[in-house]
């Protein structure tokens, strides 16, 4: 019973160039969640998505960051030119629809942007 | 934006004392959560609150979720050394926000001495 399956687990990216982070959730999930972690930090609200819908993206920056959750395959969380402040952990978490909130987290994605 | 206020930030202690922390915050919230972070990983989940006054135990965690609505503690009894970690809060409010967009405290850093 595999759990949530984020890659890569870790990304080095210049300046300038694109980041794509990959998301399986949990075997019957079908909500899909994203959030930012910087050091020291709890973590922060980014996009809810379910198959081929955003639900909430009140938490995505408004520019260079997009997500999507296709009919088939995993969600992608896509930043485009990256800059510096990007470096962040980024977590995936699905929930079952009886459970909404009930939150199951993957092991994350660490990006650095050099 | 809204926030929770999670204490103490960091806590040192000695193997098989016990352990208590708290969330608060001006808002009201629907779902308080309880997760534990390990270095490198994403956040497990401990407990689950979905009520006011609720009190819900889980081995040697308790968690209870604030008459008000507005605060909830963890307690950790007779710690053993594989309780280090950073422990987060995360709750759902009231007003506002989809499912699954959660508000999470800053965390509280738990060493344990053996």
């Known amino acids: 019973n595999a759990g949530v399956m984020q890659n890569p687990r870790h990304l080095v990216r210049r300046r300038g160039q694109e980041a794509r982070l990959r998301c399986s959730p949990m075997?019957?999930?079908?909500?899909v969640y994203w959030y930012r972690q910087l050091p020291e930090e709890g973590l922060k609200f980014m996009v809810y998505l379910q198959k081929e819908n955003i639900i909430d993206e009140s938490g995505m920056p408004k520019e260079r960051f997009s997500a999507e959750f296709p009919k088939e395959g995993p969600s992608i969380l896509r930043i485009q030119q990256v800059v510096r402040g990007d470096s962040a952990a980024y977590f995936c978490a699905s929930s079952p629809p009886i459970s909404p909130n009930v939150l199951t987290f993957g092991a994350g994605s660490r990006l650095t942007v050099l | 934006g809204q926030q929770l206020n999670q204490s103490p930030q960091s806590m040192f202690i000695q193997e098989g004392e016990d352990v208590s922390m708290n969330c608060t915050s001006s808002s009201i919230f629907n779902t308080w959560l309880w997760y534990k972070q390990d270095p490198g990983e994403g956040p497990v989940l401990l407990i689950a609150l979905y009520k006011a006054g609720e009190l819900t135990s889980n081995g040697r965690l308790t968690a209870q979720f604030g008459i008000t609505r507005k605060d909830s503690f963890l307690n950790i009894s007779a710690s053993i050394p594989s309780d280090v970690g950073i422990y987060f809060c995360a709750g759902q409010l009231a007003d506002g926000g989809s499912q699954g967009n959660l508000i999470f405290g800053k965390g509280t850093k738990l060493s344990v001495k053996p």
């Open positions: 075997k019957g999930h079908s909500h």
